[in-house]
């Protein structure tokens, strides 16, 4: 792989990471005590309509969580809490024991550690899969100013194993806009990754993927509980099954129902208000 060449500038490698915050029990986050996500009576009003009502929700360390439930129950909603783009109206939510995340803003959320992938791929669609891993990976550990830098040999090996984790490998100098929709999604997971989060959060990551894709994605996703604590919001019922460990089903901004893909796919709650239909 080419990593580009230009002055190195001295990057600033290693800022801005949830070690600014203290409590470095793990990479900056306390979890010594408890889960790592922790949201406590969170409520979201839009004009009047509770988005979010009443939600209460615990995260563990290193878990793969499912959340399902009918469009508009709030999914995407609470993850727009959790990721600093919407305050929420009454409740807490926290980050391990000791990070108030809605005191944080949206960059320094993402920088202490919780990374993002939202519905639809926003990858550089004019740069090369290589050239969009490398900016993800500077303008997480050096800010702009070491854009010009030249990746050193740890980082170059971090993109390769990212690369072949999100099935990426033989494609790193496509263009992006001539990838695939499931691969322009890897890519956009795997610029999530080269952050290093300690959480990651996936709404819907397998709408308008192919079985196959989809398939590799349930594979990536179980990869990737090794490392990180990842939250899945999908309505591919197949797909949960293939991953699911707890299952957390939303409806109408608050918690309907939670635990193993087959008590709550046989819960007639459940099956009332979302699969039944
Ligand atoms: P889900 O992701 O589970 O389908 P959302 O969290 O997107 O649900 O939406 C929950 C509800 O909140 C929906 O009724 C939606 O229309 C409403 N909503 C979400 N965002 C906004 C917003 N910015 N302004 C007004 N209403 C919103
Ligand atoms: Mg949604």
Redesign the pocket.
Known sequence: MNPGTGATDGGRHGEGSAQAFGHLVTGGVDVSHGPILYLEGVTVS??G?R?LDDLSLTLDDGELRCII??????????M?VITGRTRPDAGRVFFGQTIDLTRLSESRIAQAGIGRKFQRPTVFETMTVFENMELALKTDKGGWASLRAVLDSAQLGRIESILVLTNLRDAVDRVAGTLSHGQKQWLEIGMLLAQEPRVVLLDEPVAGMTDAETEKTAELCLQLEKQHTVVV?EHDMDFVARIARTVTV?CE?SVLAEGPMDAVRNDPRVIEVYLGR
């Open positions: 839009f004009d309509f988005a439930g009918p469009n508009g129950a709030g999914k995407t909603t609470m727009d919001v939303l901004g």
